[in-house]
């Protein structure tokens, strides 16, 4: 009976209080921040664009290793555990997106600026509103570019508890619905967003033309070369297939942005190094590169990732569980060219089939376009101003030919007092070390710490560079017919790459094709460039014959034959890697992705992609 009196007691003193303080029971909150405190108050909004930028997608998601191999630009050499990838075909869902949460909340973004913020200058008020948008198309881009036409939801859907849900289905818009909404949004809001010119992590005048650069190029190729196949892709209601007449509109629209980007925007191909292949490094490392226009930063306070962690060559770790988990592809180093214009075959043979001896390791990528060098660690080279050490073993002269040895651990000694196999490999069937003579420098900060867990690393990753822009205008112009308009932005990329000027005289799509390749490699570019091509299915066809299905390494090894010329130069030996399994494998149905059938379910007015 005491506990209960207390009880009454403290109820009763609390309606006391209420009734002598009436505003008591209705103070706002301390710890809630209300529509109106965050609609109208700048560092907010910022935070929650923040917010939104950090969500926007990408293919595998930023510096993500695994999802770099795969693609035919690497294979898998890091844990065991996830070693699938080296046995990988594209399933039916791969590259699936459809992120309408993200698109809800963009959309009340939009109502909720429109309705609270009440105190806001309009200036300010419309350019969060811009961004919003940019944002959204980003968004909308990247799921045409997967998913084909996507239900175009611009306002919020809300489900007003009556049963009847029909006002939240919204049916496929045509695939070029898409893109002539992501075209128009950015049209309509890129002169707000001058009020960002300058800034490299949020949407400006030149992002959004950015943005019109690379989805109208992307809509031009997929009107022309799906239309060109023996059987085009397509479906009844245009949901997916554009029609061949609308590609030299989506040309037009790409080229005219990536013009005025080019020059009025105040970018720069990055030229500060005189050495090319560093400077093809420094470009994308550097924060002060005027090349970058759009990126998403990193810093050491606040926020890192792990690329470096997950990729420094082996002897270079500064942490006891880094593991190099991206061993680049020998097809990838061979598509770089020599600088004479000739194809970037490596010549490991003679003529006879016998092995051409080398007096350096690195003599056999000699003379090659300087690109190599900032995108791939090979033999010879070095990282952190420290020589790699990347030597497979040692080939001993028999009289008739040679036998190849292998050192049972990484930095082995052979029995001359010189190295056997090199600390950092490549050593085959292994994990957390090269397993095709390569590593990649692209993205590896050097940086002191950079390759530890405790501190990682801060490097950016641009989302638009101009390197890009010059591309997308070079092929662009090319597939309007204006060859002289094209080449001098393909020449001037190759310039910078070593080439001599003017190096191209002519151009064709696979010479373009061949450019975006090497100049954009692990950029999160190849896998949409030849979907968008259709040449994803003979690329990767799943056949151990084709050279560009299969990855493959390129092992050196210093030979042993006492009293000779040859004694202590270099062979190599060309290898497929016993840990890539299969070939890799595009099927027709994924040049759009699976829509799953919980969406189906949930919106039976959704038709399915061809082939699922």
């Known amino acids: 009976m005491k506990k209960i009196s207390i009880y009454i007691a403290i109820v009763l003193s609390v309606f006391t209080i209420s009734c002598n303080d009436e505003d008591w029971l209705e103070r706002n909150p301390e710890t809630i921040i209300t529509d109106d405190q965050l609609w109208n108050d700048s560092q907010l909004i910022k935070s929650l664009l923040a917010n939104y930028y950090n969500r926007l997608p990408s293919l595998h998601g930023v510096f993500n290793t695994g999802g770099m191999c795969e693609t035919d630009e690497a294979m898998w050499s890091g844990t065991w555990d996830a070693n699938w990838r080296n046995n ?169 942005a ?23 490094y420094e470009m994308l490392m550097s924060k002060s590169s005027q090349e970058i226009i759009f990126a998403k930063d990193y810093e050491l306070s606040l926020k890192v990732h792990r690329f470096a962690y997950d990729n420094i060559p ?33 010549e490991n043979l003679d003529a006879n089939g016998d092995y051409i001896t080398y007096t350096n390791i ?12 900032g995108t791939i ?7 952190k101003s420290t020589p790699v050490s990347i030597q497979a073993g040692v080939a001993i002269w028999n009289g008739s030919g040679y036998d190849f040895t292998n050192g049972s651990n990484l930095g082995d000694y052979y029995t001359d007092g010189d190295i056997l196999t090199g600390f950092d490999g490549p050593k085959d069937n292994e994990p957390d070390v090269s397993n095709t003579g390569f590593y990649i420098r692209k993205f590896v900060s050097e940086e002191s710490g950079a390759s530890t867990r405790v501190t990682s690393a801060d490097n950016w990753w641009p989302y638009y560079r101009l390197g890009e822009i010059y591309l997308n205008a070079t092929e662009a112009a090319y597939e309007l017919g204006q060859e002289s308009v094209a080449l001098p932005y393909i020449n001037a990329i190759r310039e910078r790459a070593g080439f001599p000027a003017n190096s191209l005289t002519s151009l064709s799509i696979e010479t373009i094709q061949h450019e975006r390749r090497v100049e954009l490699a692990f950029e999160n570019h190849r896998y949409f460039d030849v979907k968008r091509w259709r040449i994803a299915d003979q690329l990767w066809d799943n056949d151990w014959n084709n050279e560009d299905a299969v990855v493959h390494g390129l092992f050196p090894y210093r030979v042993i034959r006492p009293g000779h010329e040859n004694n202590n130069k270099y062979i190599f030996k060309k290898v497929v890697p016993a840990r890539f399994l299969s070939p890799r494998y595009f099927r027709m149905a994924n040049y759009y992705s699976l829509i799953y059938e919980s969406y189906i379910s949930n919106n039976p007015l959704l038709v399915k992609n061809p082939f699922h």
């Not at 690195?362 to 060098?373: E, G, P, Q, S, T």
Request: proline letters at 3%.
């Open 88 to 256: 990988f075909d594209y399933s039916n869902n791969y590259g699936t997106y459809w992120d309408y949460d993200f698109v809800r909340d963009l959309n009340l973004a939009l109502d909720n600026i429109e309705q609270y913020s009440t105190e806001l200058g309009d200036d300010e008020k419309n350019l969060y509103n811009a961004e919003i948008r940019f944002i959204r198309a980003f968004v909308y881009f990247e799921m045409v570019k997967r998913m084909g036409g996507v239900p175009l939801v611009t306002e919020q859907l809300v489900y007003n508890y009556d049963g009847d849900v029909s006002n939240l289905q919204i049916a496929r818009s045509k695939e070029y619905e898409i893109y002539d909404f992501i075209y128009s949004e950015m049209e309509d809001i890129k002169s707000v967003l001058e009020g960002n010119n300058g800034s490299t992590t949020r949407a400006n005048y030149y992002t959004a033309l950015a943005l019109e650069s690379r989805s109208m190029l992307y809509a031009g190729s997929l009107a022309k070369y799906n239309n060109l196949m023996s059987s085009p892709i397509t479906l009844p209601g245009e949901e997916v297939g554009i029609p061949a007449s609308m590609a030299n509109g989506y040309y037009t629209k790409s080229l005219q």
């Open 258 to 280: 990536s013009q005025e980007l080019i020059n009025n925007g105040g970018y720069a191909l990055y030229n500060e190094n005189p050495d090319k292949g560093i400077n093809f």
């Open 314 to 346: 082996k002897s270079l770790t500064e942490d006891n569980e880094s593991s190099s988990t991206i061993s680049p592809s020998l097809n990838l180093v061979e598509s770089f060219e020599y600088l004479d214009g000739s194809e970037g075959t490596l």
């Open 377 to 383: 660690i090979y033999p010879g080279s070095s990282f």
């Open 362 to 373: 690195d003599d056999i990528f000699a003379n090659k376009d300087a690109r190599l060098y």
